[in-house]
């Protein structure tokens, strides 16, 4: 068996993971950092992601949170040329209620009384100063969030949308990034700073003076000793604590998309990351209505389905290809390297998409060859918030539970790891999605009481 030492090893070599061993290398303290991890890097989770960001949230504390790590991603974006691909069309949250208070109240109460004052409304006979998103740029975008409920507005800007959609949302700090680029742009950085990737599963923890990993590879055996363990191993989040003799409260439930070339131009390429905030009944035809009652394992795809089934161009202005995503799964189960992928997806969300973008229609029954499906799982507590911070094990941090947005969320994430590790000042909301989180009793009550924000 070899020996190695590092100060800092990082497990898992995802989107977290990987951004947790760049801002732990920034550092002027030269630490040697280990990212450990038996697939390459970016090749599970992060490789299903759809790369979307947003600073939309039921709470103000995801806010501020996804907010710092766009903040990350722009200052990334401007050293590198954009090399992430940044890009700035914003969200379209898309309801046909033409009051809805409850909505509203909740984007009140996410942006807080700072954002409240880049809330701007166009309502019919208003003097409109919308700005659609007419470039992806991200530097010339607005910020703040547009409320829509002018129907010619609606119309021209959202030219593919239902007719009956009475008010958008238009979040506009929010687009899409290349997580991949993203990750190899920190892998290349932790790599130039002396850091290393070792090939290998962590398969048991001990910890004496400082912690000792065993690391299994296919031919080979590693005992590497560190000073500080990084907990960022995704869906195995909860398996790597188990080593070290801790449990969190965290869960996995699978999630699929589709992504096909839209051939038909069903979808403006200019079209936002789009939301049907509505639930729905999928408009199946009453002979598969018929098929779909008789069977007890699919009589609930007639039943209420509920909203934020997503779609957006994919590839730019011009390209071809649309993402589609629905995230009605919450079931919790044990993650399985062989996906459990139903082959009725691709069927059932794009049935579910047609009616905000009616265009799509004409893939029923028939949707393109060029199609792929695929997922992974959302790692997450109950509440939706990450864990970021310290376990109870001294010396060991955990940077997990990223749900639907750790592509967004690991610049953020990893930033205030490594400020909890170097014990450097922490912003406020940072205690806040620590496992510390737990002993505030009112927090946690009125965050399972309230919206999670999954989509
Ligand atoms: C369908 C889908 C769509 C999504 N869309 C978005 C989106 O639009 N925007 C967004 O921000 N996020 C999105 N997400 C969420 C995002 O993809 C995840 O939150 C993020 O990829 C999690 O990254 P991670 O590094 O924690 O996990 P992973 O990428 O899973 O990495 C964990 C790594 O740990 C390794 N590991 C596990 N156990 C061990 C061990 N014992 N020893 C060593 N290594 C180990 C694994 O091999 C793996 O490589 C989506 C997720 C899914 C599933």
Redesign the pocket.
Known sequence: MKSQHVDIAV????????ACAYYLALSKRTPKVAV????P?????????????RNWWPHPVMTAFTDFSTDLMEAISNESDNRLHMTRRGYALATRQANPDELLRQLHEGYGAEGAGKIRTHRKGSRSSYRPAASAEWQSAPDGVDIIQDRDILQRCFPTFDRDVATVLHIRRAG?IS?QQLGSFMLERVRAKGGKVIR????EISRTQNFTLK?VDEDSRTSLTTDIVVN??????G??AA?LGEKLPVVNVF???IAFEDVRGAIDRQMPFSIDLDGQAIDWTAQERAVLAEDPASEWLTKAMPGAIHCRPEGGDRGNWIKV?WAFNTTPSVPVPDLPLDANFPEIVLRGASRLNPGLKAYNGRLPSRLSH??????MTKENWPLIGPMNTDGAYV??A?????????CATGALCARWVYGDALPAFARSLSLARYDDKTLMQSLLEGDTGVL
């Open positions: 497990i898992g070599a995802g989107i977290v993971g990987l450990i991890d038996p697939l890097p970016m090749s599970l989770t992060s490789a299903a992601s759809g790369e979307n960001y899409d997580g290998g599963r962590v398969v690391v960022a191993a995704g869906p195995s989040v398996d790597v080593l999630q699929q998309k995503g695929y997922g992974g799982y959302y790692t940077a997990g990223l749900s639907g947005f750790g592509t967004m969320g690991a």
